[in-house]
T-cell receptor, first 117, second 114 residues
Framework: AQTVTQSQPEMSVQEAETVTLSCTYDTSESDYYLFWYKQPPSRQMILVIRQEAYKQQNATENRFSVNFQKAAKSFSLKISDSQLGDAAMYFCAYRSANTGTASKLTFGTGTRLQVTL | KAGVTQTPRYLIKTRGQQVTLSCSPISGHRSVSWYQQTPGQGLQFLFEYFSETQRNKGNFPGRFSGRQFSNSRSEMNVSTLELGDSALYLC?????????????FGSGTRLTVV
């Protein structure tokens, strides 16, 4: 079974600064997808960024980028130029590329990000 | 276009009762998944329906069940409610079965069992 670990329960960053959220995972599969989701107080899970394991290039979406280290099974999220609206719970998630189990997302325990002025 | 709609947003039930939660996916999406979110256990996968068939199931007791209708709307039912069933229940929809399709989540139903 796959597991996802987020070792930072809470993080704080000043507005306009950069913060990195950590995520490690464990799997025996070679083909899979990794995601970062944001959950603001509205409760809706919002996709921030996704990475295909077969792609070596790190994914980037505007101010959000990842550092994907497949051999180390590490998938960290970097938020640049942090904004007040970035304050939320951030979840790292794993999804198998095996069509039999691909519908299941396995989530980490989350990191609460606080953005201060 | 409209997002994933979950109703109701809040629900209070008494232990031993049963409850039905509803999820309307994005138009055209055929896959609906359900997750339970609690402070203690985090986010856990309940089940997934695709074209009215349950395709995948998480490790939950038989009190948790679901179904999907021909219009892709899905319901989940919890019978004989226990205090530990208090949680945020999230629904996510996706276009199809290919693994590169992404999921869109709803805002959830907050269930409180007293």
């Amino acid at each position: 079974a796959q597991t996802v670990t987020q070792s930072q329960p809470e993080m704080s960053v000043q507005e306009a600064e950069t913060v990195t959220l950590s995520c490690t995972y464990d799997t025996s599969e070679s083909d899979y997808y990794l995601f970062w989701y944001k959950q603001p107080p509205s409760r809706q899970m919002i996709l921030v960024i996704r990475q295909e394991a077969y792609k070596q290039q790190n994914a980037t979406e505007n101010r959000f980028s990842v550092n994907f280290q497949k051999a180390a099974k590490s998938f960290s999220l970097k938020i640049s130029d942090s904004q007040l609206g970035d304050a939320a719970m951030y979840f790292c998630a794993y999804r198998s590329a095996n069509t039999g189990t691909a519908s299941k997302l396995t989530f980490g325990t989350g990191t609460r990000l606080q953005v201060t002025l | 276009k409209a997002g994933v709609t979950q109703t109701p947003r809040y629900l209070i039930k008494t232990r031993g009762q049963q409850v039905t939660l509803s999820c309307s996916p994005i138009s055209g999406h055929r896959s609906v998944s359900w997750y339970q979110q609690t402070p203690g256990q985090g986010l856990q996968f309940l089940f997934e329906y695709f074209s009215e068939t349950q395709r995948n199931k998480g490790n939950f007791p038989g009190r948790f069940s679901g179904r999907q209708f021909s219009n892709s709307r899905s319901e989940m039912n919890v019978s004989t409610l226990e205090l530990g069933d208090s949680a945020l229940y999230l629904c996510a929809s996706s276009y199809g079965s290919r693994t590169d399709y992404g999921y869109t989540f709803g805002s959830g139903t907050r269930l409180t069992v007293v």
